[in-house]
């Protein structure tokens, strides 16, 4: 059966989009079929960090009702299949938020996940994104503002119903000024899916237009994307430079 997994935040700018790309990516390497949606229909990044900022079809004219869902579905070059919303402003009033709960339905049998990217916040279009999924991940960073952002979305996804997966603690410098982990997780009382670090190739990556998940595989940031959507399927999993960092010491 599909799952349709809500990547939010209540913070923006702590790499919630780059998870959502990344994370979606790491589930195809799974042999996955996913789908990653720009549910952020104000601000969407998807499109732009996947090299298609401008298509005939975007999410928009679905929930205006003048496409069908299937044809606003596209391809990368990488495999990753993406649905983005338009960079127009014109139309932005008319849509109805509330018509994306549908619309995720209706990709179950399109894919085995499918990925929306909310938008920041606890609006109303981040709150369309929350009630669309069957779980929710919570993207944050080790500060104390993000963190207590993340709090306050996690105790509004619990009054929708919804069930949080889990954390992801992206950007980590392993800096000393930084909030440690552990007390992040005994913060939000939820469990820490994975740590992404801070990584120099993720502007490489937005440049290069693709997934740093495929244009540096290798990479720390990489390889916990990697784990964390292991953890998603239920299998266990190490990979091969941490097999060899074991083994050499």
């Known amino acids: ?14 790499g919630k989009t780059t998870t959502a790309i990344n994370l979606g990516a790491a589930l195809n390497s799974f042999g996955k079929d996913v789908i990653i949606v720009d549910a952020n229909l104000t601000t969407p990044n998807v499109g732009l960090h996947l090299g298609a900022p401008m298509v005939p079809i975007s999410l ?26 338009s960079l127009s402003v014109k139309e932005l009033r008319r849509l109805d938020h509330s ?39 919570i993207v944050t960073n080790p500060e104390i503002p993000a963190v207590t952002d993340a709090l306050k979305t996690a105790k509004v996804v619990e009054e929708l119903g919804k069930q949080v997966k889990g954390i992801i603690v992206s950007r980590v410098r392993g800096n000393k000024t930084e909030m440690p ?9 939820l469990p820490i899916l994975g740590v992404i670090p801070e990584d ?27 784990k964390i959507a292991a953890k998603i399927i239920g299998i266990q999993y190490e990979d091969e430079s941490t097999f060899l960092e074991k083994l050499f010491g």
Do not use: C
């Open 200 to 226: 120099k190739n993720m502007q490489s990556a937005l440049v290069m237009k693709d997934a740093l998940m495929h244009t540096h595989p290798k990479s720390k940031a990489s390889r916990a994307y990697r």
């Open 181 to 189: 982990i552990v007390n992040i997780k005994d913060m939000l009382e």
């Open 1 to 14: 059966m599909s799952k349709i997994i809500t990547i939010t935040s209540g913070k923006g700018g702590v």
């Open 60 to 85: 928009n004219h679905v929930l205006l009702g003048k496409a069908k869902i299937v044809d606003a579905i596209y391809e990368h070059e990488s495999g990753t299949k993406i649905i983005p919303s």
């Open 99 to 137: 018509k994306l709960k549908d619309v995720s339905k209706k990709l179950r049998k399109a894919a085995d996940y499918i990925i929306l990217d909310s938008a920041a916040g606890l609006g109303e279009e981040a709150l369309a994104a929350m009630e669309s999924a069957d779980e929710l991940i």
